[in-house]
């Protein structure tokens, strides 16, 4: 049986690297383009040097898309690494459902965490999320097996592990503080009293510490990225509901019905871990639980949004709690067989949404459409309008000239385009504005993930009617996956001769 699940697991590891290719073809949204720019970058002391700027996290996964970028600079080149670490995960998934329990849990917990769409979207996506779900699973698994085992090379394998993740992002810190937590919880409870040493486990946790406190000093000294804290948002109705939407978040993307399998997957999954390993249980939901709150609050006081994608470190550890239900009815064949139906029916559902997926399915927003329709349509002598910073994502498609940069406001908006459009005393010069969003088109999802930020048609309207009053005229508008592209002239809409 052993065999057989690790043959199966390798043939959805090695199987997820052409599905993740054949899934790249989306645009490069904002993110990307800022770890596109990091990474390519001449050094690796350049890379760290731009990355401390606005990204407050380690740069170990811009140094691997810094290589792959020298192989082919494209969206492909900017992605590989993710899709490379993500079926790396796959196998790293099952390892750490082997080593808590068996070969077939660990394969039906890949095959959960491969067959979630809200998963599989960071294999393609140029982000370090990846990265961080390989390192969380690895040094879990041996995290157990030092616990249990004492040796010093298990110790040594999880310490590499936490650096890994150490190394990728800031929030795994909360995840090492978890499993330490939970090491202590295994060493006193799993082992005999005369096996009982915290010796290993002390001198590990302090060298993850030191390593913490000289990573953290020198960003500070480097002039790193910060944010002000508000403590005012923790006590708000969103804390709570981002709190249980972190541990679902991956099922929020992709078909209801997974979300709906998701819930009864991991709650009979929690009972047959309860009655069959109560130690077991308790170190799981310490690492579950811990980095989840933690993080949630962390992301509540210095960030206005919520995004899933900081709590995925936990995610392969559901994934194997959800795996265990199998175990619930070990003398029932009905018992097995409605788990086994549950299992089947939420990888199929997975299955079905990342087969069918379109062009821009596992995309965020669609720079590169919205600037081709910009690059045909531009005449020497228009002038291109950004409101507020210049996005990294619009300056990797556009070749053209430098765009003016605006408030965001849609009367700062017409007004620069106003003096612009006057600048150049062309009756048939065209001011072209570029609108972009990052509001979730769900609206209750929206309601609880960032603030209730207006999406481009409201903007639309709103600048529209400012353009009014000064005289300029909103002649077309273009729609893109949340980037919208307004056509301004002076006088009338009429297509120039």
């Known amino acids: 049986m052993q065999w057989l699940c690790g043959v ?14 054949d899934h790249m073809s989306h645009s490069v949204w904002h993110d990307e383009a800022q770890t596109h720019f990091y990474a390519s970058q ?3 002391g350049e890379v760290t040097t731009q990355a401390l700027k606005t990204r407050p996290y380690p740069p170990l996964f811009f140094f691997a898309v810094h290589y792959s970028l020298r192989l082919r600079d494209d969206e492909t080149g900017l992605r590989l690494p993710s899709a490379l670490f993500g079926a790396l995960s796959v196998v790293a998934v099952f390892l750490l459902g082997s080593t808590l329990f068996d070969a077939l849990t660990g394969a039906i917990a890949a095959f959960l965490f491969v067959l979630t769409p809200g998963a599989f979207r960071y294999f393609v996506d140029g982000d370090a999320y990846t990265l961080l779900v390989l390192a969380s699973a690895l040094s879990t698994a041996y995290l157990w097996k030092a616990a249990h085992s004492d040796e010093t090379k298990d110790w040594l394998a999880y310490a590499a592990c936490a650096l890994l993740g150490l190394g990728t992002h800031t929030l795994f810190v909360f995840h090492v503080g978890a499993q330490l937590l939970a090491g202590a919880f295994l060493v006193a409870n799993a082992r005999p009293v005369e096996r009982r040493s915290f010796k290993r486990l002390a001198a590990v946790a302090g060298f993850l510490a030191a390593v913490t406190l000289a990573w953290t000093l020198y960003y500070v000294h480097a002039g790193g990225d910060t944010r002000p804290i508000h403590f005012s948002r923790l006590p708000e109705l969103v804390t709570v509901v981002s709190l249980a939407g972190m541990l679902a978040g991956p099922q929020s993307f992709g078909d209801l019905a997974q979300l709906l399998l998701w819930v009864p997957l991991l709650a009979l999954g929690g009972v047959a871990l309860y009655r069959n390993s109560r130690c077991g249980f308790w170190s799981l939901a310490i690492m ?10 962390f992301i509540r006081l210095t960030l206005p949004f919520v995004a899933y994608r900081y709590g995925l470190g936990a995610f392969p550890l559901t994934c194997v709690v959800a795996a265990c239900c199998w175990k619930l009815w070990p003398q029932r064949p009905l018992g097995r067989v409605g788990a086994a139906a549950l299992i089947l029916a939420y990888c199929g559902a997975g299955a079905v949404f990342i087969a069918s997926a379109r062009v821009n399915t596992f995309g965020f927003q669609d720079w590169r459409a919205a600037v081709h329709y910009l690059t045909d349509q531009f005449s020497m002598g228009d002038v291109v309008i950004l409101p507020g910073d210049v996005p990294l994502s619009f300056s990797y498609y556009w070749k053209g000239p430098e765009p003016i940069r605006s408030p965001p406001s849609p009367q700062a908006i017409s007004a620069v385009l106003r003096e612009a459009l006057t600048t150049h005393n062309a009756a048939r010069s065209r001011g072209w504005v570029l609108l972009s969003s990052y509001a979730n088109e769900n609206l209750l999802l929206r309601r609880y993930t960032g603030p209730l930020d207006r999406n481009n048609d409201e903007q639309s309207k709103e600048l529209a009617q400012a353009l009014e009053s000064r ?11 949340r980037v919208t592209v307004l056509e301004v002239r002076r006088n009338s809409c009429q297509p120039n001769p």
């Open 8 to 21: 199966a697991v390798m043939a959805l590891a090695l199987g997820s690297l052409p599905l993740a290719l």
């Open 42 to 44: 001449a050094t690796l």
């Open 288 to 297: 579950i639980a811990v980095p989840l709150v933690a993080i949630t609050l």
């Open 471 to 481: 005289g300029l005229h909103a002649c077309a508008t273009a729609a893109f996956l």
